[in-house]
């Protein structure tokens, strides 16, 4: 460490940062830029649009006086570079990982950490009541939301803009415009970036931050371009002086001491500002340069070699079975059609997009206008599948019960990432969409226990009349091998796996595999319950009449879940029988191995039986 980045071994927080001389600032970024390189790529994460805000980073930390001033990451998954100057170098190792550096800002992690967040587009919003609290406290300090090109694609962004434009404090909007999302960018805001940052004003405006911002007086200076700009001079008027904003670039994000200069003078500006920041995700890495959306979230990797190609035969994943499931549909059913909040690749719809490019909409990220457009798609006969995951349809909840569920449309939602996401941690967990989703009348609701079911309940739902979500969890499953044909299974039907004494487990979900471990030691019955409702109250209520004690499964949150469901119907049916509830506790599981999580939560097959074992100790006496 110490030879290879001189510099950055001296940073510890960014007041060591603001002791450096301005000529200093370009090669800290040269060794902060290798440094998050070799360490992203031992650990896997965020890595193209890090690099891409490294100068950004640099300059901000120099030039505000954080954490006094406020800085508020968007999504935050461009914050390693931010991590590294505010005291967690030496923590980097641990990103992601169980017990380590969260891979976004919380609050409870660093005091630069103004605000925690993940899911996309709530900067602005955040920074403005930063902004707005520190006026009513009398405070002086500098509210700065950092967003990029595709959060700002949100409605929400766009609710704070409307907000902020006429709000009487000194906010900083800066748009971080690398021109992409996870995948190319979507949409008519987009065409509105890129007209400029088309040639002239691009070149115009690069020239001036260099010349015009570095020699005069700032003020004037940038009173110099407003009037400019207002002319049409050097740029059209963008949407964001609509708005109420002083806009100012856009700037080249890698130049640091331009961004410094334009900083400072910002710095003194009233009311609210907008600087449009020019970068490239994956900057100063060729392979994530040339790629960046292989690049976006890879896991560990060579940087001399790049990404591993895949090997060997793989085992399925579950994305992939809904993957290839939407392009066999869609080839026997014209009227399909396929929606994503941004998240091409991440749902597995690449493929999809390629042979039905004209039935394929990526919307952007707008979870909110995804369902609602669905459910105007299903109005007029189409039949549309959201491919969404759990954790991102939380936005979408009133969409759901209001605009789908009400009209009893017939709209798919195929909810992906159900259950504990592994490296990205509470943020992403899909933990709560059975509670959520339950209780809505008309919604359905599948669990599948494994990949060729997923696909069965995929036809199942499709063939419905009414809203389905079917729910599966990131990555492989049990490895079962997956039918291509488009069987459906009847809906609210589960099934018995294996008869038993005196106990039932009934498994809601993938968690069907541990419970079929369990029940060979313990001679219990094991029930796949498929759904989470309409649920199997009939088999529910036979399986009760001829056992002792029940044990639900499920990979979400017990608490309003599928077990509560269970609890629900005995009731109704009043049937007194005690009933073990097991899956995820009343609180938010931190990031790490999702096995592992998963074991020290007690849901693998040791912590079931033992579970099992500790609540049912009269069936089960020890020895
Ligand atoms: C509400 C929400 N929807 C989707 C996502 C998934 N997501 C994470 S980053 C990202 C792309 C963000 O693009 P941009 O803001 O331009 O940042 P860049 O990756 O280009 O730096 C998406 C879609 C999310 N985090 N939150
Ligand atoms: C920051 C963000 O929301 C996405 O990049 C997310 O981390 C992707 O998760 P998956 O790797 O599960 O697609
Ligand atoms: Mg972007």
């Given at each position: 460490?110490?030879?290879?980045?001189?510099?950055?071994?001296?940073?510890?927080?960014?007041?060591?940062?603001?002791?450096?001389?301005?000529?200093?600032?370009?090669?800290?970024?040269?060794?902060?830029?290798?440094?998050l390189l070799e360490s992203v790529a031992k650990t896997g994460g965020h890595l193209s649009s890090n690099l891409g805000t490294?100068?950004?980073?640099?300059?901000?930390?120099?030039?505000?006086?954080?954490?006094?001033?406020?800085?508020?990451?968007?999504?935050?998954?461009?914050?390693?570079?931010?991590?590294?100057?505010?005291?967690?170098?030496?923590?980097?190792?641990?990103?992601?990982?169980?017990?380590?550096?969260?891979?976004?800002?919380?609050?409870?992690?660093?005091?630069?950490?103004?605000?925690?967040?993940?899911?996309?587009?709530?900067?602005?919003?955040?920074?403005?009541g930063m902004a707005l609290?520190?006026?009513?406290?009398?405070?002086?300090?500098?509210?700065?939301?950092?967003?990029?090109?595709?959060?700002?694609?949100?409605?929400?962004?766009?609710?704070?803009?409307?907000?902020?434009?006429?709000?009487?404090?000194?906010?900083?909007?800066?748009?971080?415009?690398?021109?992409?999302?996870?995948?190319?960018?979507?949409?008519?805001?987009?065409?509105?970036?890129?007209?400029?940052?088309?040639?002239?004003?691009?070149?115009?405006?690069?020239?001036?931050?260099?010349?015009?911002?570095?020699?005069?007086?700032?003020?004037?200076?940038?009173?110099?371009?407003?009037?400019?700009?207002?002319?049409?001079?050097?740029?059209?008027?963008?949407?964001?002086?609509?708005?109420?904003?002083?806009?100012?670039?856009?700037?080249?994000?890698?130049?640091?001491?331009?961004l410094v200069?334009?900083?400072?003078?910002?710095?003194?500006?009233?009311?609210?500002?907008?600087?449009?920041?020019?970068?490239?995700?994956?900057?100063?890495?060729?392979?994530?340069?040339?790629?960046?959306?292989?690049?976006?979230?890879?896991?560990?990797?060579?940087?001399?070699?790049?990404?591993?190609?895949?090997?060997?035969?793989?085992?399925?994943?579950?994305?992939e079975v809904f993957g290839n499931w939407l392009?066999?549909?869609?080839?026997?059913?014209?009227?399909?059609?396929?929606?994503?909040?941004?998240?091409?690749?991440?749902?597995?719809m690449v493929e999809f997009e390629k042979l039905f490019p004209k039935r394929f909409f990526d919307v952007g990220i707008a979870e909110q206008h995804a369902v609602t457009f669905a459910a105007g798609l299903a109005c007029e006969g189409l039949k549309p599948v959201v491919a969404i995951y759990s954790t991102f349809l939380q936005r979408a909840y009133d969409q759901l019960v209001h605009d789908v569920a009400l009209q009893?449309?017939?709209?798919?939602?195929?909810?992906?990432?159900?259950?504990?996401?592994?490296?990205?941690?509470?943020t992403h967990a899909g933990a709560y969409d059975i509670p959520f989703m339950r209780c809505i009348p008309n919604m359905s609701v599948a669990c599948p226990s494994d990949e060729n079911e997923c696909r069965q309940l995929l036809s199942t739902a499709y063939a419905q009349e009414g809203p389905v979500a079917v729910r599966y969890p990131r990555g492989v499953g049990a490895g079962v091998a997956v039918s291509r044909a488009l069987d459906t299974l009847p809906l609210g039907k589960g099934e018995i796996r294996r008869t038993g004494k005196k106990v039932a487990l009934l498994a809601f979900g993938t968690l069907l595999h541990p419970a079929l471990q369990v029940a060979e030691v313990l001679d219990a019955t094991v029930v796949n319950m498929r759904w989470a409702k309409p649920l199997d109250t009939?088999?529910?209520?036979?399986?009760?009449?001829?056992?002792?004690a029940l044990v639900t499964l499920e990979d979400g949150c017990i608490m309003g879940g599928a077990g509560s469901a269970v609890l629900?119907?005995?009731?109704?049916?009043?049937?007194?029988?005690?009933?073990?509830?097991?899956?995820l506790p009343d609180r938010f599981i931190e990031h790490g191995d999702p096995v592992k999580l998963m074991a020290m939560l007690g849901l693998d097959a040791q912590g079931i039986e033992a579970s099992v074992r500790a609540r049912f100790c009269a069936i089960y006496p020890a020895n």
């Open positions: 460490m110490k030879n290879m980045y001189p510099l950055l071994q001296t940073i510890d927080t960014p007041d060591d940062l603001r002791r450096l001389n301005r000529s200093q600032l370009e090669p800290l970024a040269h060794e902060l830029r290798a440094f490294v100068e950004l980073t640099v300059a901000l930390h120099y030039v505000l006086n954080t954490p006094y001033d406020r800085i508020v990451w968007d999504v935050g998954h461009q914050t390693y570079p931010h991590k590294i100057l505010t005291g967690r170098r030496e923590r980097m190792h641990s990103l992601r990982q169980l017990g380590g550096l969260s891979g976004f800002p919380r609050r409870d992690e660093s005091e630069f950490d103004t605000f925690g967040t993940a899911h996309s587009s709530t900067s602005i919003s955040a920074a403005l609290a520190s006026r009513l406290k009398g405070e002086d300090r500098h509210a700065i939301a950092v967003i990029g090109d595709g959060a700002m694609t949100a409605g929400m962004a766009f609710e704070a803009l409307n907000n902020a434009g006429v709000a009487d404090c000194n906010l900083l909007v800066i748009l971080n415009d690398n021109d992409m999302s996870i995948s190319p960018p979507v949409g008519a805001l987009n065409r509105h970036l890129a007209k400029l940052l088309s040639g002239q004003f691009y070149a115009a405006a690069k020239n001036a931050s260099k010349t015009v911002l570095k020699g005069a007086p700032p003020l004037w200076e940038l009173a110099k371009r407003f009037e400019e700009s207002a002319k049409g001079m050097v740029k059209p008027i963008t949407l964001f002086e609509k708005f109420g904003f002083n806009y100012v670039g856009p700037i080249d994000g890698h130049d640091v001491d331009t200069s334009v900083l400072e003078n910002i710095k003194q500006l009233k009311g609210p500002q907008f600087l449009h920041v020019v970068t490239k995700k994956g900057q100063g890495y060729k392979m994530a340069e040339a790629d960046p959306v292989a690049y976006h979230g890879p896991g560990k990797f060579d940087p001399a070699v790049g990404l591993a190609k895949a090997s060997g035969q793989a085992k399925i994943t579950f994305t392009c066999d549909m869609a080839a026997t059913d014209s009227r399909l059609v396929g929606i994503t909040p941004a998240m091409r690749e991440g749902s597995g009893n449309l017939p709209v798919v939602f195929a909810l992906d990432r159900a259950g504990l996401v592994g490296a990205d941690g509470a009939e088999l529910l209520l036979q399986i009760a009449a001829e056992h002792e629900e119907a005995l009731a109704q049916a009043g049937l007194a029988k005690p009933v073990l509830q097991l899956g």
